[in-house]
Nanobody, 127 residues
Framework: VQLQASGGGLVQAGGSLRLSCAAS????????MAWFRQRPGKERVFVAA????????YYEDSVKGRFTVSRENAKNMLYLQMNSLEPEDTAVYYC?????????????????????WGQGTQVTVSS
């Protein structure tokens, strides 16, 4: 599967953005999906994940209540709605297609468990 992320940009603190990730060339519904982010000089870290059918989700603690991950399997699309953005949310955001049949937090938060990544989209939050 190939992934293409979009929707990043510059926003003021307190604002909102919606990231999208378009999948092609594979069976989108057979992958659990996730968003990770990477700040300059830091490793890529987990943000949110959604199960194959969209009925289960996980979030990193700092985004709980502010971000919502969702998917539309009929359209091969993954989304991340980001509200109440903070300067600390500034990063490059990547979508990932998971592999394997386990949707446990310890699995989805590990970047090694992803078969494909999008190219990343920059989110910058000004104070």
């Amino acid at each position: 599967v190939q992934l293409q992320a979009s929707g990043g940009g510059l926003v003021q603190a307190g604002g909102s953005l919606r990231l999208s990730c378009a999948a092609s060339g594979g069976s989108f519904g057979s992958h659990f999906m996730a968003w990770f982010r990477q700040r300059p000089g830091k490793e890529r870290v987990f943000v949110a994940a959604v199960s194959w059918g969209g009925d289960a989700t996980y979030y990193e603690d700092s985004v709980k209540g502010r971000f919502t991950v969702s998917r539309e399997n009929a359209k091969n699309m993954l989304y991340l709605q980001m509200n109440s953005l903070e300067p600390e949310d500034t990063a490059v955001y990547y979508c990932g297609a998971g592999r394997g049949g386990s949707f446990l937090f310890i699995v989805v938060r590990n970047a090694d468990n992803y078969a494909a990544w999008g190219q990343g989209t920059q989110v910058t939050v000004s104070s």
